[in-house]
């Protein structure tokens, strides 16, 4: 493994990513890219949501490398980190969708768990021997979810001090690593963030999560496959926006606390997919005349199926002045676009076999 070693100015970082040919993480490193003038390394195990064409533009890029490894592997991570000599680590990187978590659970145990604490305890070695500003500044971000707190009723919102009730392997396999990085930072000072996020959306997200398999089923004439009465909530949050929520926090977040980023735009699944069918209604017609919303059809609830998710994110407001910047009306309809315009993305995708908007986690 080679790694290229900058010398960069003060203000500069170095940054590891991990998982960030993912969907939140290629967002977050062509931000970083375009916005900043951060150094990234990227490590992703490519897993089938891990596509580096979401990262083409940054490539070749001065300030960005990439190396194909995994979290899991502490010799690799041990290395990377000694010949990149980083300033700190987000870590994106994730088994993370609940009807794969339901069909083989193990996955999401040796990633999310064993690769997390694999990760903090290098990085721990690490940084306890770093000196100065260098180790002063260190920061490690840990990426969450707002499923490690499980169901909400009506009028209730996840908070601070919710405690951890998950549902599914995949919540429960992010709530214990939430729990090994709040562990690193109080056993060890160990300087840890964390943030949980509700349902994001956007560009480049892999087509079995709801908004991009909706659209790529509505456009192929497939049937839009909607769980129960399709009246569980989610909060959305528009994946630009969580980029610069979780930016701020690495910046200028208290060390050993968490933050909560949500959209504030709770909306039942049903809606999203009404919705969805009613922007291509306006934007793509169907020849016949009908409406995609003939396409909809309702399948047996998913195991574990939570009700409700939202977010009180008065925390991130008054302490670090983030706000979502986006309307989910806008920013769906924006998505909507991006999907119909990357046909050769997503058909990609599915050439490979990879996922063929079957049905996953029946749990049968």
Not at 16 to 44: H, P, R, V, Y
Not at 55 to 79: C, N, P
Not at 284 to 300: C, F, H, M, W
């Amino acid at each position: 493994m080679a790694v290229k070693n900058y010398f960069w100015g003060r203000n500069l970082k170095k940054l590891i990513i991990t998982g960030g040919a993912g969907f939140i993480g290629s967002n977050f490193i062509l931000k970083q890219i375009a916005e900043t003038e951060n150094q990234i390394l990227n490590l992703d195990k490519l897993t089938y949501a891990g596509n580096q064409e979401n990262l083409v533009s940054v490539a070749d890029h001065t300030r960005y490398q990439f190396i194909h490894g995994d979290i899991t592997d502490a010799e690799l991570v041990d290395q990377m980190i000694e010949d990149f000599q980083p300033d700190g680590i987000i870590h994106f990187a994730a088994e993370s969708h609940v009807d794969r978590s339901i069909d083989g659970p193990l996955p999401f145990i040796m990633t999310n768990v064993v690769g997390t604490a694999i990760l903090l305890d290098r990085m721990q070695h690490y940084w306890k021997n770093l000196r100065g500003a260098k180790k002063d500044n260190f920061r490690f971000l840990h990426v969450s979810t707002d499923e490690v707190f499980g169901s909400l009723g009506p009028d209730e919102l996840f908070r601070i001090d919710t405690p951890y009730d998950p549902s599914s392997p995949y919540s429960a396999s992010k709530a214990g690593s939430d729990h090994l990085v709040r562990a690193w930072g109080r056993t060890f000072g160990f300087p840890v963030l964390l943030t949980n996020c509700t349902n994001n959306y956007g560009p480049y997200q892999f087509p079995e999560k709801l908004i991009p398999l909706m659209v790529i089923n509505a456009i192929s004439g497939k049937s839009l496959p909607i769980y129960g009465d399709g009246l569980n909530i989610r909060d959305w949050l528009h994946v630009e926006d969580h980029c610069d929520a979780i930016y701020q926090v690495f910046q200028n977040g208290n060390l050993g606390e968490t933050y909560l980023i949500g959209g504030e735009e709770e909306v039942t699944n049903l809606r999203v997919v009404e919705t969805i069918c009613a922007v291509l209604d306006k934007i793509r017609p169907l020849e016949a005349g009908n409406s995609y919303r003939d396409q909809i059809t309702y399948v047996k609830d998913r195991p574990g199926h939570d009700q409700r998710y939202a977010m009180d994110i008065s925390k991130i407001r008054s302490d670090l002045d983030w706000n979502p910047g986006r309307s989910f009306k806008a920013g769906l309809e924006e998505t909507i676009h991006w999907y119909l315009e990357q046909k050769d993305w997503w058909t990609r995708l599915q050439e490979k076999k990879i996922y063929e908007q079957e049905r996953l986690g029946s749990g049968s």
